[in-house]
């Protein structure tokens, strides 16, 4: 996993912090289907095998409602695809890859997990993924937003260097003004329970009577509201990563547990960039854990007032710059490297930092829609400003390393009213999740997962993996954590209780 590709800009919740959009097919924005039909079209599979891919991996387009209240007005269409067991006689079922996000694609995931899941399973499942709406392949929509507020660090809120948050107020109506004016039907139906309504439009498309599934932080809330939706078409279902499925917040929630993250997080890199053995590398950045963090802290402060030029001209290394690299290095202890060399060149006179790839261009305006479309269109946010300037501040002070931003204003407190309301999870339904979760995640913090766990009541196991980062199975090197969802996977055994594994 890299972390300095494209990552979903919103909240920040992809598992691989990555997820540069896969395009696996041409697509038509809307189709007209036929009149009235509302039954699950056919696949038509060809070979789509990428580099580092399984050889065998094929993709497909499939046709789904803009509105499920209307199944047989305007269509879209969704990239799919699929690796086949290469083991029929070992095969019991399809296992379906749920991104993170939102804005991270599936057909991409599957692309790059498929031969690690193939190894680990031994072809006891088929393999699919789609990306969803707004994503990769899949049909998409536009905002029509300027470039500058295309930015990581502008279509996130981070606040001003004194505070302030009067230029992301301005920046969220304007951008949320603007998604109203050109996003269309497509934009407003980007939401999680339609996404779980594509997918199980994938079941039925497949032939399948259930499914399995593999998803893995935004995913996981994408899976817990299938769950909820389809019990009865849910067979093993691992949900890795989990975030607190409030009801009433959804990703405001989510947004807001990013400051404990950080700061659960962080000694892992502390300890990390003051080990002795950073000072041949050139990476060392103070002799004792403690000190790290008050030097990142006062850097940050220190661009905030004197920005410094990058080798991306035009684009300087700001403090919000900064602070967003460090979020982003959080997620794999295979980051910290390039978080350190930007710190140490930000703090050399006579050398130019290079910024992560994710922060030295705007994304697209496409990419741009999806990032705020799925969380403004699930609930409705706060509107007050007084309150997020009060929140913001108290929010700076709890947590310097995230410096307000997941309490500040979003174009979500200027969006259109959601057109339904959140799924509540409940324990209401079959005893077949296991989920799986980090101890120091910064993106989905422990404290958050549990009340994930909480909301599945007896539905649920939970796996504790005594691991820093994000998004454990197959990723961060937990061999009893992989070990306890791979047996979930192949024979269905779950711990009898919740259990922990050391690192």
């Given at each position: 996993?890299?972390?300095y590709?494209?990552?979903?800009?919103?909240l920040?919740?992809s598992?691989?912090?990555?997820a540069?959009?896969?395009?696996?097919?041409?697509l038509?924005t809307?189709?007209?289907?036929?009149?009235?039909?509302?039954?699950?079209?056919g696949?038509?599979?060809?070979?789509?095998?990428?580099?580092?891919?399984?050889?065998?991996?094929?993709?497909?387009?499939?046709?789904?409602?803009?509105?499920?209240?209307?199944?047989?007005?305007p269509?879209?269409?969704?990239?799919?695809s699929?690796v086949?067991?290469?083991r029929?006689e070992e095969?019991?079922?399809?296992?379906?890859?749920?991104?993170?996000g939102?804005?991270?694609?599936?057909v991409?995931?599957?692309?790059?997990?498929?031969?690690a899941?193939?190894?680990?399973?031994?072809?006891?499942?088929?393999?699919?993924?789609?990306?969803p709406?707004?994503?990769?392949?899949?049909a998409k929509?536009?905002?029509?937003l300027d470039?500058?507020?295309?930015?990581?660090?502008t279509?996130r809120?981070?606040?001003?260097?004194?505070?302030?948050?009067?230029?992301?107020?301005?920046?969220?109506?304007?951008?949320?003004?603007?998604?109203?004016?050109n996003?269309?039907?497509v934009?407003?139906s980007?939401?999680?329970?339609?996404q779980?309504r594509?997918?199980?439009?994938?079941?039925?498309?497949?032939?399948?009577?259930?499914?399995?599934a593999?998803?893995?932080?935004?995913?996981?809330?994408?899976?817990?509201?299938?769950?909820?939706?389809?019990?009865?078409?849910?067979?093993r279902?691992?949900l890795?990563s989990?975030?607190?499925?409030?009801?009433?917040?959804?990703?405001?929630?989510?947004?807001?547990?990013m400051?404990q993250?950080?700061e659960d997080?962080?000694p892992?890199?502390?300890?990390?960039?003051?080990?002795?053995?950073?000072a041949h590398e050139g990476?060392?950045?103070?002799?004792?854990p403690?000190?790290?963090?008050?030097l990142?802290?006062?850097?940050?402060?220190r661009l905030?007032?004197?920005?410094?030029?990058?080798?991306?001209?035009?684009?300087?290394?700001?403090?919000?710059?900064l602070?967003?690299?460090l979020?982003?290095?959080?997620?794999s202890?295979?980051?910290?490297?390039?978080?350190a060399?930007?710190?140490?060149?930000?703090?050399?006179?006579?050398?130019?930092?290079t910024?992560?790839p994710?922060?030295?261009?705007?994304l697209?305006d496409?990419d741009a829609?999806?990032?705020?479309g799925?969380?403004?269109?699930?609930?409705?946010?706060?509107?007050?400003?007084p309150a997020?300037r009060?929140a913001?501040?108290?929010?700076?002070?709890?947590?310097?390393?995230?410096?307000?931003?997941?309490?500040?204003?979003?174009?979500c407190?200027?969006w259109?009213?959601?057109?339904?309301?959140p799924?509540?999870?409940?324990?209401?339904g079959?005893?077949?999740?296991?989920?799986?979760?980090s101890l120091?995640?910064p993106?989905t913090?422990?404290?958050?997962?549990?009340?994930?766990?909480?909301?599945?009541?007896?539905?649920?196991?939970?796996?504790?993996?005594?691991?820093?980062?994000h998004g454990?199975?197959?990723?961060?090197?937990?061999?009893?954590?992989d070990?306890?969802?791979?047996?979930f996977?192949?024979?269905?055994?779950?711990?009898?209780?919740?259990?922990?594994?050391?690192?």
């Open positions: 996993m890299t972390t590709g494209r990552t979903s800009i919103a920040a919740l598992a691989a912090t990555v540069a959009t896969l395009s696996a097919v041409s038509p809307v189709a007209r289907a036929a009149t009235g039909s509302a039954a699950s079209p696949l038509t599979w060809t070979p789509c095998a990428k580099k580092d891919g399984p050889a065998t991996q094929e993709c497909a387009t499939l046709t789904v409602p803009v509105d499920y209240g209307d199944p047989g007005g269509q879209i269409g969704l990239a799919v699929r086949r067991s290469d029929p095969r019991r079922g399809t296992l379906a890859v749920i991104p993170g939102p804005g991270s694609s599936g991409q995931r599957l692309t790059t997990k498929g031969n899941l193939r190894a680990e399973l031994g072809g006891t499942y088929d393999l699919v993924a789609l990306d709406r707004g994503v990769g392949g899949s929509a536009r905002c029509g470039e500058g507020d295309r930015w990581m660090v279509l809120s981070w606040p001003a260097a004194d505070g302030s948050i009067d230029e992301n107020v301005e920046r969220s109506r304007r951008t949320a003004e603007a998604c109203a004016r996003g269309g039907d934009l407003r980007m939401t999680s329970a339609n779980a594509d997918l199980d439009r994938f079941r039925q498309a497949l032939g399948e009577e259930k499914l399995s593999w998803g893995v932080s935004y995913g996981t809330y994408v899976g817990a509201v299938y769950a909820q939706k389809f019990p009865h078409r849910t067979d279902w691992v890795d989990s975030n607190d499925p409030d009801p009433g917040r959804v990703a405001r929630g989510w947004l807001a547990f400051g993250g950080a997080r962080f892992d890199f502390a300890a990390w960039a003051a080990h002795p053995d950073r990476l060392r950045l103070a002799e004792r403690e000190d790290v963090r008050p990142v802290i006062a850097l940050a402060e905030d007032r004197e920005p410094k030029e990058s080798t991306k001209a035009g684009v300087p290394l700001t403090g919000n710059v602070r967003q690299a979020q982003n290095a959080l997620y202890d295979g980051a910290f490297a390039g978080f060399r930007l710190v140490v060149d930000a703090q050399a006179p006579g050398r130019t930092p910024l992560p994710m922060l030295a261009d705007a697209s496409e829609a999806i990032t705020v799925v969380i403004c269109n699930d609930v409705t946010w706060p509107r007050s400003v997020h009060r913001v501040a108290a929010d700076r002070a709890r947590y310097p390393l995230t410096a307000g931003l997941p309490a500040n204003i979003t174009p407190s200027f259109k009213a959601p057109a339904e309301k799924t509540r999870i409940t324990d209401r079959p005893s077949n999740v296991l989920m799986i979760q120091r995640d993106s913090p422990y404290a958050a997962g549990l009340r994930m766990r909480r909301a599945l009541g007896d539905r649920a196991r939970l796996v504790t993996v005594d691991q820093g980062g454990m199975y197959l990723g961060n090197g937990n061999a009893c954590g070990r306890a969802v791979t047996t996977l192949r024979t269905g055994e779950r711990p009898a209780s919740d259990t922990y594994c050391a690192n």
